[in-house]
């Protein structure tokens, strides 16, 4: 019975672990610089930026399917960090958790979303029936009863997900549609019935005597049923800004001279941009991204965008107001003969297009591409000077 006893220590304590969840560094690329992080002395705030390093390689990117995919297939429980849990008549440890939204970036401590975004949200809860009663025999009794029957017969759970209090679903992974800055809103209701039968001792005469009863019998038979009801209602929320702000990027020919090139960009909104020739490129990046972990110990990833201001160039110069100096040489199809791309992106859109560079058609813009120019007073001025230098010529000629 000892050694028995010692068993069933040694598998609960080996079960534990699988209840408190913590960082899976199976999903990281160094298995054992996460265990050696997970296992210091170094702060939370340390590990988390060392452990989303490890997890997370897009930093120039923000790639919501990785986040997504990854949330997805957590699994939670009621040990998450500052949980509220209810305990009621029959229903107990009840507890609902809104874990986030995706695709989302958090930016500045504000949560920001697109038009379409998917609410995952996880909740439980048990009903607790009391323990059924039947009495070993007359006249034990238990709140009158010689038997009391308890038969769960309602388990209700109704998740609503709302967005500025207008109803989107029921799913823990539902999608929702923004319009504007909203507070989003996880409503869940449990209800429970337990049927419970009450039975009671029945007096019966079993032998009679001068037609007087002389023995009795007692059964316990049925009397009543009523029902035991119980009710939770759980709430939890977070407040999202909408982010509707998609980038743009056009590029034009200012001028070409000396096989070199002189283009002008204007981009706007964007948090990476990537101007693509045949050899060479330019780029600028505002933004890094890196995960924020919410919901420990089970390690929620949230996008976190951070700003920065890097600009790098390679075979072409960059100059002030957006310009750069390109070498090329005239040819029938420019546009073709830089091979010019625009890429550019901010938090959830994407901008990709080529380079309108037609010079033919830029021709008749408001700069020059072919080095001719027609002024009309000098030409004006110069007609005049051959009328007069002609007419002297005539009075010259008519003399001599």
């Not at 997805?72 to 500052?82: G, H, Q, R, Y």
């Not at 999608?175 to 909203?182: G, L, Q, R, T, Y």
């Not at 029902?227 to 980038?247: A, C, G, Q």
Request: proline share 2%; net charge positive.
């Amino acid at each position: 019975m000892k050694y028995l006893n010692l068993i069933v220590v040694v598998l609960f304590l080996s079960v534990i672990p699988l209840s408190f969840a913590s960082f899976n560094c199976y999903l990281t690329s160094n298995i054992n610089r996460c265990n050696q992080i997970i296992n210091s002395n170094i702060s939370e705030n340390q590990k988390d930026q060392l452990l989303s390093s490890l997890l997370y390689n897009s930093t120039n990117y923000p790639d919501h399917e990785f986040i997504f995919n990854y949330n997805t297939k957590i699994k939670v429980n009621l040990s998450i960090e500052n949980l509220t849990i209810i305990n009621s008549t029959y229903i107990k440890n009840g507890w609902l958790s809104l874990l986030t939204v995706m695709p989302s970036v958090l930016e500045d401590n504000t949560l920001f979303v697109s038009s379409t975004t998917f609410v995952l949200s996880e909740y439980d809860y048990f009903i607790e029936v009391p323990k059924d009663y039947i009495s070993k025999g007359y006249p034990k009794i238990k709140n009158g009863d010689c038997k009391t029957i308890h038969t769960l017969i309602e388990n209700i759970s109704t998740l609503n997900v709302l967005v500025n209090n207008e109803n989107q679903g029921s799913l823990k992974l539902n999608p929702v549609n923004i319009k504007e800055d909203s507070i989003i809103t996880d409503k869940l209701n449990i209800k429970s019935s337990i049927k419970q039968d009450h039975y009671h001792w029945k007096q019966y005469c079993i032998s009679k005597k001068n037609g007087r009863c002389v023995k009795y019998e007692y059964r316990c038979e049925y009397f009543s049923t009523d029902y035991l009801k119980d009710e939770v209602n759980l709430e939890d929320s977070i407040n999202v800004k909408y982010y509707n702000i998609k980038p743009l990027v056009n590029i034009k020919v200012l001028d070409y001279y000396n096989n070199v090139t002189k283009l002008q960009f204007n981009a706007k909104d964007f948090d990476s941009l990537t101007i693509n020739f045949n050899n060479s490129y330019y780029s600028e990046q505002r933004y890094v991204y890196s995960l924020e972990f919410i919901k420990k110990p089970f390690y929620i990833a949230v996008l976190k965008a951070e700003k920065v201001d890097i600009k790098k160039n390679y075979g072409l110069v960059s100059g002030l107001n957006n310009t750069i100096f390109i070498s090329s040489s005239f040819a029938q199809d420019f546009s073709k003969s830089l091979n010019c791309k625009l890429n550019s992106f901010n938090h959830f859109f994407n901008f990709s297009s080529g380079c309108n560079l037609n010079l033919v058609k830029e021709e008749n813009d408001k700069y020059e591409v072919i080095p001719f120019s027609f002024d009309l007073v000098y030409f004006l001025k110069l007609f005049v000077l051959l009328f007069i230098l002609y007419l002297i010529y005539r009075i010259i000629k008519y003399y001599i």
